[in-house]
């Protein structure tokens, strides 16, 4: 009877892992396929050995598993199941490329209406809205998504596939929750109104200068219009905080920033870090020294400070500067573009000492990647998560791809297999997560309930990621963990 069991048990097995490799070599043979139309259609992604297919599934994975778990308002469930409407269109964007190029180079639509539609009858489901709402909030979006994908990868060597996938998502399902509270009146969180309406004026402020600065003609990219063009777009941003929180909407916001002596303590703090970070920068870039791996995750550390900092002692207020950061952070960019002297040619040597390989494209991806990592669990996590898991960002991003990078270029000698990455590197990454997190439960910053065994699958699913993938780590890994965190509820 035994030996039978161990038969059965034995061929089970080999069947499993037959049809994992079956699996895992045609996903190989469906990317080999996409790259050859890729270069048929003369659209130049970034280079990398894949195209990270699997990466359209981080986003929508995150949602379903929160909204299964917790109890998460409207908006997070609008946005869980577009998602999951806008990965069925990822899947038939897949098999589209696998199949031609026309795809890439014309603008068909194929696909929109079926995924919206799926999209649709999961809102009106179980977002406990009627059709109309659930038709409004999906059709449209999964046409604009198809459309910013395209114009995404459109740019040459800036987005893998997976990463364009990734940022598209996020932009039009961030996009869609914002017109969706604003038009339906959907937030149950009445404290956070005045953080998320200034956050959205804020970079809907910055998206009009950007769009103003790509329509100048080139005798108008100067100082003195680039002054203007600041100036009108800080009167209407008032105007338009004055139309959506009221007259006393100034008042407000300083009151809820200053006084309080723990955020004026933080901001001081966040200030500090910054004065430093732009004090090394002006100095490497007056040196004209090529930043090296190592020096660069310095910033990665100090950024990693000021988000571990607010999510430990006031969420509230790191979601604020969060947002005000991402939106100054596109105006650099922006600026770094656009030809305006001084100022461009200055954040250009900047961004030329501190670029790496990664940074071959039309914009500078790496620091916004590294932004959105740590900032987005800040928003994907929903209330009443162990705050552990807003740290997501600052584990992965932050400590665990800095320790590596550090460890693994000092001491590493055995390398993965196919990969530039050291098992020494590894191993540093998983013991420095996990350290970080002790240490932060010692202290009684973190509950300690299955906080270190989580932190251990988290981890190891992280750095084992992070040793193998093409993709960007400061845009994935930190996608990567918060779904490792998630597995651990089955066991806690």
């Known amino acids: 009877m035994a030996s039978n069991i161990r038969h059965i048990y034995n061929t089970v097995d080999e069947n499993c892992l037959r049809h994992i490799r079956t699996i895992y070599e045609l996903s190989l043979s469906v990317d080999k396929i996409i790259t050859s139309n890729l270069r048929t259609a003369t659209i130049e992604t970034r280079p990398a050995k894949s195209n990270g297919l699997w990466c359209f599934t981080l986003l929508p994975v995150i949602l379903f598993l929160y909204t299964k778990l917790y109890d998460v308002p409207q908006l997070y469930r609008l946005a869980t199941f577009l998602s999951i409407g806008l990965s069925c269109y990822c899947i038939l964007f897949i098999l589209f490329m696998s199949v031609s190029c026309l795809v890439l180079r014309d603008s068909l639509w194929g696909g929109c209406l079926p995924s919206g539609l799926i999209g649709s009858l999961l809102v009106y489901c179980y977002v406990r809205e009627d059709m109309?709402?659930?038709?409004?909030?999906?059709?449209?979006?999964?046409?604009?998504?198809?459309?910013?994908?395209?114009?995404?990868?459109?740019?040459?060597?800036?987005f893998t596939i997976g990463e364009a996938m990734i940022v598209a998502q996020a932009v039009v399902i961030s996009s869609t929750v914002v017109v969706a509270n604003y038009t339906w009146y959907l937030s149950e969180d009445v404290k956070m109104d005045l953080i998320n309406v200034a956050i959205v004026t804020v970079l809907s402020t910055v998206g009009l200068i950007v769009t103003a600065l790509c329509h100048l003609k080139q005798e108008q990219r100067t100082l003195v219009v680039l002054g203007q063009f600041i100036g009108a777009a800080a009167v209407l941003e008032l105007v338009e905080l004055h139309v959506l929180l009221g007259g006393d909407c100034l008042p407000r916001l300083l009151y809820f920033i200053f006084m309080n002596q723990k955020r004026r303590q933080l901001i001081g703090f966040w200030l500090f870090l910054v004065i430093v970070a732009v004090i090394l920068l002006y100095i490497r870039t007056n040196m004209a020294v090529k930043a090296t791996t190592t020096t660069r995750k310095a910033f990665h550390i100090m950024a990693a400070f000021v988000f571990a900092s607010g999510v430990l002692y006031d969420i509230s207020l790191i979601k604020l500067a969060a947002g005000l950061g991402l939106g100054l952070l596109i105006l650099v960019e922006a600026l770094r573009l656009s030809k305006i002297e001084p100022i461009s040619s200055a954040l250009q040597s900047a961004f030329l000492i501190y670029s790496d390989e990664k940074d071959c494209g039309a914009f500078a991806m790496t620091p916004i990647y590294l932004y959105l990592g740590l900032a987005g669990p800040l928003w994907l996590v929903p209330p009443g998560a162990p705050a552990l898991q807003r740290l997501a960002g600052v584990l992965a991003a932050g400590v665990g791809d800095s320790a590596a990078s550090w460890f693994g270029s000092r001491y590493g000698e055995r390398l993965w297999p196919g990969s530039n990455r050291t098992m020494e590197g590894t191993l540093f990454n998983i013991l420095s997560q996990i350290v970080t997190v002790y240490g932060l439960v010692t202290f009684d910053f973190l509950d300690q309930e299955h906080t270190l065994f989580r932190t251990v699958v988290a981890a190891t699913a992280s750095s084992l990621v992070e040793a193998k993938t093409e993709q960007v780590d400061n845009l994935i890994l930190p996608l990567v963990t918060l779904i490792a965190f998630q597995a651990t509820y089955l066991f806690c």
């Open 132 to 158: 109309l709402f659930a038709a409004i909030f999906t059709l449209p979006p999964t046409f604009i998504f198809n459309e910013v994908l395209r114009r995404s990868l459109a740019y040459p060597k800036t």
